[in-house]
């Protein structure tokens, strides 16, 4: 009986950071920290494939964390589909106040973060990154189809497959949120379609890239942080920052609708600061 509670628990918690993956501006990899199995979550992603005595107890975890995330996504990507169909300049506003409310939290995240010469090259080499994507990206905003099925152009294929790889690895990122990448790509609507309509071959793709960022960022993260961690954290920081720039939709013309904006926009930051103090 214990056994079966705590993989509901497990699965319940899976379910919470496939849900903060989903909305652009709520890192999964923080949510993980806070639900406290972010560690074993890195562990098990980064040795699964070459700690053979631990392989089948790593697997059964990771099922039960993606099997929680999976459904979640399935039913919150109907949700987002609406809300970006018929309010997206609400809901990238909302977005944004996520953005900004999760920043207080990810500098607290380590216990030394004075400034230094290498924390300040880091910070500016994350919002270097972002501003460089948003600027020399060749669209951000792809035509969307009902179903695009197999009627994929080879620059959509390789876009799916580089935002996943991306979105993939900041999945796990603490303060780094994986459908943000996929939003200053121009990918997340697409995604998001495809998850409403269960269009397979995007998101085959999509998956392809996500395993193989996940993989490969879990390794690189336990590096960083085990060696950098200030200047990772800075340098995550600088994402964070920047990030608000490739996704402002502007503002509405109507005075009316200004004070809903900007009212979104303090909710959106208290709900996602309060999230981020622990």
Avoid: C
């Avoid at 495809?194 to 390794?219: C, H, Q, R, T, V």
Wanted: charged residues 15%; proline residues 4%; hydrophobic residues 55%.
């Amino acid at each position: 009986m214990e056994g079966m509670i705590d993989t509901v628990k497990l699965v319940l918690k899976g379910g919470i950071i496939g849900i903060a993956n989903i909305i652009p501006g709520v890192s999964g990899g923080t949510m993980a920290v806070v639900l406290g199995i972010y560690e074993k979550l890195i562990e098990a992603i980064g040795n699964i494939l070459i700690d053979k005595k631990r392989r089948k107890e790593y697997f059964i975890f990771l099922l039960k964390v993606f099997v929680g995330a999976g459904i979640a996504i399935i039913i919150l990507s109907r949700v987002m589909d609406y809300l970006l169909t018929n309010h997206e300049q609400y809901t990238y506003i909302f977005f944004i106040g996520l953005i900004l409310g999760s920043i207080p939290s990810i500098y607290k995240t380590h216990p030394h973060m004075q400034f230094s010469i290498p924390a300040g090259i880091a910070f500016l080499a994350g919002i270097a990154l972002i501003l460089v994507i948003f600027i020399f990206a060749p669209e951000h905003h792809e035509p969307i189809n009902e179903a695009m099925g197999l009627s994929l152009s080879s620059y959509q294929v390789f876009m799916l497959i580089i935002s996943g790889f991306f979105s993939g690895g900041s999945m796990i990122m603490p303060g780094v949120s994986g459908s943000f990448i996929l939003v200053i790509l121009g990918q997340y609507h697409i995604v998001i379609r495809a998850l409403k309509n269960f269009d397979i071959f995007p998101l085959l793709l999509l998956g392809i890239g996500i395993a193989l960022g996940i993989w490969s960022f879990a390794k690189l993260i336990d590096y960083l942080l085990k060696k950098f961690p200030k200047e990772t954290f800075y340098f995550i920081l600088g994402l964070v920052v920047a990030s608000v720039v490739p996704i402002f939709p502007g503002m509405p013309a109507e005075i009316s609708r200004q004070i809903v904006a900007i009212f979104i926009l303090i909710a959106a930051i208290l709900i996602s600061y309060k999230l981020g103090d622990r």
